[in-house]
């Protein structure tokens, strides 16, 4: 198998390379400003802008700052107004020390990447800077011509379940395919469209902190997701140059912004993508999961699943407490002695949601697009804290007599399984609750006095 997706749909866009490096990047030959950041003229009549990820003392080390040298400054721009609250879930109230399961999500046609959002669980408060939200989205269409959308929330984690995204965003673009992921830091705006048909998948909004690499400690200096694996687009200018002037492609354009899950918009008569050259540190960035350098036991015992994990948002409340850490379950070898080959029961301080992730590309595979008959992968659970999870008995019984004498491969199902462990409690959406099934019916566990069944 091949250290790397070998994916269906090829990417022909160009990357820079390189997690937490300060990168710099222009759409012609000289459009960056080198050495003073805010010139008085700017090259090709361009205008300076900033976009700030973090306060401007943060550690140097955490600092996420990017200038942008853009044709229209983003202040020229009209009213927000709301944009339609039928979008707009209710602030989630429901918690039960149950575990959630969701077999299967509905997908539906005609909707795009803001509408077919729905919000699916939340801990803490966007407008409290505090916590995450966990939407789903199942998007058949490109989104609206001239329409661009952001994030004031927080910084989106998108993990494709199955398809692929096409985003263009101020900072250039990217293609992010089942099997791949991206963040897309809080503000920047980006249009989403389809390379090859609908897409499912799950965005992680963090409302703190932002996404980066866990330290490696005693491991040394490589192992899980090696920088130099992240990708960072290009600069791409809607326009072109016109006898030393950066011209854009100017038309009129709509924003949506979501703020304290709200949708708002405007509109604007310039395209937000006329960046020409940016340089900083707060920048989108994709990653293939195959890549990830799985390290793991070769002797006994299972060892935790931080070791499976990508990448983590601290939470600076007390040493090691993450708003989220982003881990996954890949095809990988097991070998070991007198080891249980399952995860441990478990009962955990931190909540653990997990998913699917369809890593197989070929597209006549049953899991994509959710063509199989039995098992739909477009589905999810949740573990909250303390809640006892584990093993079912039938599997219990197969691990407890399996020979594990020879190193064997598994996960060799075309599934990727993804956690999201967050350290708050995870409070089920009204939409979530509706449509958890089987035993952990949330719905029928509501207290009587929930004035909401
Ligand atoms: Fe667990």
Not at 53 to 73: I, V
């Amino acid at each position: 198998m091949a250290l790397k997706t070998d994916f269906a749909v090829s990417d022909n866009y160009n990357y820079l390379e390189g997690l937490g490096n300060y990168h710099q990047s222009e759409a012609f030959p000289g459009a960056n400003s080198h050495v003073n950041n805010s010139p008085q003229k700017p090259p090709y009549g361009l205008k300076t802008e900033r976009i700030s990820g973090t306060s401007f003392t943060a550690p140097r080390e955490q600092n996420l700052q990017t200038w942008m040298y853009r044709a229209t400054p983003s202040l020229f721009h009209s009213e927000y107004v709301p944009y339609d609250d039928a979008h707009t879930p209710n602030p989630p109230t429901f918690l039960s020390p149950n575990s959630y399961m969701w077999p299967t999500f509905p997908t539906e046609s005609g909707v795009d990447w803001v509408s077919s959002q729905k919000l699916l669980a939340r801990n803490g408060d966007p407008a409290g800077k505090e916590g995450l939200a966990i939407w789903t989205f199942s998007i058949t269409n490109a989104m609206r011509d001239n329409t661009a959308f952001s994030s004031i929330d927080g910084d989106c984690l998108i993990i494709p379940q199955s398809g692929g995204l096409d985003i263009q965003t101020e900072f250039g673009k990217l293609l992010v395919r089942q099997n791949e992921i991206c963040v897309i830091p809080r503000g920047i705006r980006y249009r989403v469209a389809l390379p090859n048909g609908p897409a499912h998948g799950f965005i992680c909004e963090l409302f703190q902190s932002h996404f980066q690499l866990p330290g490696l400690g005693i491991v040394g200096s490589t192992g899980l997701a090696n920088q130099r694996d992240f990708q960072i687009p290009v600069a791409f200018f809607d326009g072109q140059l016109r006898e030393d002037v950066a011209v854009a492609n100017d038309t009129e354009w709509t924003l949506i912004s979501r703020q304290a899950a709200r949708l708002w918009t405007c509109t604007q008569d310039h395209t937000p993508f006329d960046v020409a050259a940016w340089h900083g540190t707060n920048y989108p960035f994709k990653y293939d999961l195959a890549k990830f350098c799985v390290l793991g036991n070769v002797l006994f015992d299972e060892h935790d699943p931080c070791l499976y994990t990508v990448l983590t948002a601290p939470a600076h409340r007390e040493p090691g407490n993450a708003v989220v850490d982003f881990a996954i379950i890949p095809p990988r070898w097991m070998a070991s002695e007198d080891t249980l080959w399952l995860p441990y029961y478990h009962r955990n301080t931190m909540n653990e949601f997990y998913a699917p992730i369809v890593n197989n590309q070929d597209g006549d595979y049953p899991f994509n697009q959710d063509r199989g008959k039995g098992f739909k992968p477009f589905g999810a659970g949740l573990n909250g804290g303390m809640v006892v999870h584990g093993a079912t008995a039938e599997d219990l019984e197969k691990a407890s007599t399996s020979d594990t004498s020879t190193p064997a491969k598994v996960m060799m199902d075309g599934i990727t399984i993804f956690l999201l462990e967050t350290e708050k409690p995870l409070y089920i959406s009204d939409w979530a609750a509706e449509m958890a099934q089987q035993n952990f019916k949330a719905k029928e566990a509501r207290p009587k006095s929930d004035s909401r069944l």
